[in-house]
């Protein structure tokens, strides 16, 4: 599972962030910074659907 | 005042959000209307349109076409000409300002607001729900349980804090709770005198600031507003006010209706009331799912260009409302979307709006809620609504309780 992020999508809503600090971090206007690059470790895939699921700008994907 | 208002004939075609019917059912209305009629209209207010669904609001809210404009974010009766802030700057940057200026005017404000810096405020917030609740329930305890979570709790939080942050006297509080009475709840009831607007109040509190300049990194919200520039020059002074009211009155009824509405829900639901107690993981699913289906903010916008919107003539000047708490409802966007799901794990919601005007006070807002709501389940044991016709929602375009009498009982 690898997982990428639309800067250009993003609005600050720090859904991602709150849900997952393993995967985001947030810079310091409040925009997500994804934390691992492709492949999301097993431990984290929950996580990381999760962060999909709840952001409201669509700007997180998952593919295989 | 409100009761004088013209009976609604039908939501469809003669919507006003300001009429006591609507504080009474809007969610059953917004549920009748995307059914049957999902832009509805009316001739109130010079003409306004009324979407319900979901998509449609992301996709006004997103504006990718330039069809809609920010210049005014209140639904009023008033020609709009303040010749000092004309667009795409508007009378309150960023929330009335449109791109390509609203990008830099927001950016001056980020930094303060973004999750990392408001974390920071959250002993004060939650050593200021205890306050509240030592007054509140020994007013209870000698007034046989009785006490009004809206009116001697949640409406006091969100003031306290953004007068600290803003670096305003925090006993002008009851003055801003007027102000913004006059602008958000009422803005068509009269003019006012100059002494009793927001304006004037704040000129002096700048002018106060400006005066007693504070050491780098110091300063309160007033102070950066002061010291940042924008295209390399300072900030004009209308700038400066039209920043500071927008900070003072966006975050006030906002967060009170939340708080508020919150606990009316968990007063009524005491299963819901049991996990948020017991279980801390579940409180942050929780938070988000109060703002779903308690969203307090509608916005609004001003055609800005004659276009077609489902099968529609919209022209140019009329009003657009953008009820998010609508959008959240929908349940072709949201699973069993009329329930509460204390742990609802997909929930894009829109309660801090959509697109480039995505609340800035939302990391805030969420820490004031959050805090707000631990402090009370964990101070206030067993508590119902002391009955549920004393509970008044108020109207306009921000949704929530203004009345909440509670009963506690000391002795569970
Ligand atoms: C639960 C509480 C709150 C809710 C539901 C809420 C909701 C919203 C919404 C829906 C918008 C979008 C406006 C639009 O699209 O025109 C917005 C914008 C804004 N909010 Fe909030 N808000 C809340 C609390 C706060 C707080 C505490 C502050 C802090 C001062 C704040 C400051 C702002 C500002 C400055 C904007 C304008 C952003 C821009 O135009 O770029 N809000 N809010
Ligand atoms: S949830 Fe979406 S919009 Fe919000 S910070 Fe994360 S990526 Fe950005």
Known sequence: MKISYNRELCQGHNRCYMLAPELFDVDDEGYAVLKVEGEVPAELHDKAQLCVDNCPEYAIELTD | ?412
């Not at chain 2, 008033?78 to 990008?103: K, L, Q, R, V, W």
């Not at chain 2, 801003?176 to 009793?196: A, G, K, M, S, V």
């Open chain 2, 1 to 412: 005042m409100s009761d004088t208002k013209a009976p609604v004939e039908d939501w469809a075609t003669d919507f006003d959000h300001t009429h006591p019917d609507y504080a009474a059912g809007a969610p059953a209305i917004w549920d009748d209307l995307r059914k049957r009629c999902p832009l509805a209209h009316s001739e109130r207010f010079g003409g306004m349109w009324v979407p319900t669904r979901a998509d449609d609001i992301k996709a006004i809210a997103d504006n990718d076409f330039g069809n809609y404009t920010s210049h005014e974010v209140v639904v009023n009766e008033y020609a709009n000409n303040d010749e000092m802030m004309p667009p795409p700057i508007g009378g309150a940057p960023p929330i009335t300002s449109d791109p390509p200026f609203h990008a830099d005017a927001r950016r001056l404000l980020l930094a303060p607001f973004a999750p990392k810096q408001i974390n920071k405020l959250e002993p004060f917030t939650r050593q200021y729900c205890h306050d509240l609740l030592d007054v509140a329930l020994a007013k209870a305890k000698d007034n046989g349980g009785v006490f009004d979570a809206a009116i001697d709790y949640a409406q006091h939080i969100p003031v306290r804090v953004i007068a600290e942050m803003l670096g305003l006297p925090p006993e002008d509080g009851d003055r801003f709770r007027t102000f913004i009475h006059h602008i958000i709840e009422n803005p068509i009831e009269r003019e006012l005198e100059e002494e009793e607007t927001i304006e004037y109040y704040l000129d002096a509190q700048i002018e106060r600031h400006r005066a007693n300049p504070k050491p780098e990194g110091e300063g309160d919200l007033i102070d950066h507003l002061l010291s940042v520039e924008i295209f390399g020059e300072p900030l004009s002074p209308e700038h400066v006010r039209g920043t500071v009211v927008l900070l003072l009155i966006a975050g006030i009824d906002t967060t009170w209706s939340s708080i508020g509405s919150s606990i009316w829900h968990l007063a009524q639901h005491p299963a819901d009331l049991e996990r948020f107690r017991n279980e801390p993981d579940v409180r942050i699913f929780a938070i988000e799912e109060f703002l779903r289906l308690y969203a307090p903010v509608t916005m609004a916008r001003r055609v800005a260009k004659d276009h077609e919107l489902r099968g529609q003539q919209l022209k140019q000047g009329d009003w657009m409302l953008l009820p998010f708490p609508a959008g959240n409802r929908d349940p072709e966007a949201f699973e069993d979307a009329d329930q509460f799901i204390i742990d609802r794990q997909k929930n894009r919601h829109g309660a801090f709006g959509l697109g480039i005007h995505r609340c800035l006070g939302s990391n805030l807002a969420r820490m004031e809620l959050a805090v707000a709501l631990e402090v009370f389940t964990e101070r206030v044991d067993d508590f119902e609504l002391l009955d549920p016709a004393t509970v008044r929602f108020s109207t306009g375009q921000i949704r929530g309780p203004r009345e909440l009498p509670l009963k506690v009982h000391f002795d569970a």
